[in-house]
């Protein structure tokens, strides 16, 4: 005999496990601290990338008066200011990766802890 209860039970589960079930899952996987020092590590990365990109851009936009000057500017200060404004950049970027990755785990944790709720209540629903 069909059981409805059951069987709305088994739809929701089945729909959650195609949407975000999956990524939830993946997310699940990892310890908190783990997860969330991974995508750190990748956004400092891409950071990096993007700082090296936009600078390299900015130099050789104008490079012809930039080679001009170079003789007159003071390099040693020139490179502090490129590296402070790289230390900023990346920690800026860094804090809120961590931030968002922090609050995206806690979000996935709490759903697949209502989806094993769900899981065990479709085995209680089974057994009788």
Do not use: H, P
Not at 36 to 47: E, P, R, W, Y
Not at 57 to 62: E, N, P, S, V
Not at 115 to 125: A, E, F, G, Q, V
């Amino acid at each position: 005999m069909l059981n409805e209860e059951r069987i709305i039970l088994m739809t929701k589960m089945a729909s959650y496990e195609e949407n975000e079930g999956k990524k939830n899952m993946a997310i699940g996987r990892f310890f908190r601290g783990d997860y969330v020092t991974i995508q750190v590590l990748k956004s400092v990365i891409c950071a990096t990338i993007a700082y090296v990109v936009c600078f390299a851009l900015f130099i050789f936009y104008d490079f012809e008066t930039f080679m001009q000057d170079i003789y007159k500017m003071d390099l040693l200060a020139f490179a502090k200011n490129v590296l402070l404004y790289y230390v900023i950049t990346v920690v800026v970027y860094a804090v809120l990766t961590y931030i968002i990755y922090l609050y995206r785990y806690a979000k996935a944790k709490k759903s697949l802890k209502c989806y094993y709720n769900n899981l065990k209540k479709l085995s209680s629903l089974y057994n009788e």
